[in-house]
T-cell receptor, first 112, second 116 residues
Framework: QKEVEQDPGPLSVPEGAIVSLNCTYS??????FMWYRQYSRKGPELLMY????GNKEDGRFTAQVDKSSKYISLFIRDSQPSDSATYLC????????????FGQGTRLTINP | GAVVSQHPSWVICKSGTSVKIECRSL??????MFWYRQFPKQSLMLMAT?????????EQGVEKDKFLINHASLTLSTLTVTSAHPEDSSFYIC????????????FGSGTRLTVV
């Protein structure tokens, strides 16, 4: 079993829909959780960074962490065609510069 | 915001030659940089962790003599693919951890290497 599980999709939704992306993990030591967006042939771009459990909102994006369930989510409201990309969850256990553990990435397409 | 510059963005080389990829943190100091390899439609595969002024730590299965990593300063790390072969063709990406915050890391734009 992988440390981080993420449904690779592909996921296709109409423009304006609310998108829910999820990851589960097995290592209870993970405390720092990130969501990255990656466009084709580009490097990943950090969208959200959260510590421990709780919610964090930034514009149309909301990240949720439920450590008791070992489950994290990224919600995208009012989805736009420009949101079409691969979304990767990532996590680590300590504050310092430690290697990230990534999910497989979910390919998302927003249809106009 | 934090910016990581990676060059070149794409390179084609002949089999048997070496290729150097540079990764620079432009507006912050990065004590640690990471090098990844990504195959089409797959997630990132960590190759090595590079710490300024010390030897890189390679992941299991990554040939350190083939993928030479140098992190000579707090803003520059290089990956050299030595004696490249077609199977080394891939998308290589670096990321850097801000020395001040070590929050979510910033990634470079990637380098697409094609060995012919």
């Amino acid at each position: 079993q992988k440390e981080v599980e993420q449904d690779p999709g592909p996921l296709s939704v109409p423009e304006g829909a609310i998108v829910s992306l999820n990851c589960t993990y097995s290592n209870s030591a993970f405390q720092y959780f990130m969501w990255y967006r990656q466009y084709s042939r580009k490097g990943p771009e950090l969208l959200m960074y959260t510590y421990s459990s709780g919610n964090k909102e930034d514009g149309r994006f909301t990240a949720q962490v439920d450590k008791s369930s070992k489950y994290i989510s990224l919600f995208i409201r009012d989805s736009q065609p420009s949101d079409s990309a691969t979304y990767l969850c990532a996590m680590k256990s300590i504050q310092g510069a430690q290697k990230l553990v990534f999910g497989q990435g979910t390919r998302l397409t927003i249809n106009p | 915001g934090a910016v990581v510059s990676q060059h070149p963005s794409w390179v084609i080389c002949k089999s048997g030659t070496s290729v150097k990829i540079e990764c620079r943190s432009l507006d912050f100091q990065a004590t640690t940089m990471f090098w990844y390899r990504q195959f089409p439609k797959q997630s990132l595969m960590l190759m090595a962790t590079s710490n300024e002024g010390s030897k890189a730590t390679y992941e299991q299965g990554v040939e350190k003599d083939k993928f030479l990593i140098n992190h000579a300063s707090l803003t520059l790390s290089t990956l050299t693919v030595t004696s490249a072969h077609p199977e080394d063709s891939s998308f290589y990406i670096c990321s850097a951890a801000d020395r001040a915050t070590s929050h979510g890391y910033t990634f470079g734009s990637g380098t697409r290497l094609t060995v012919v």
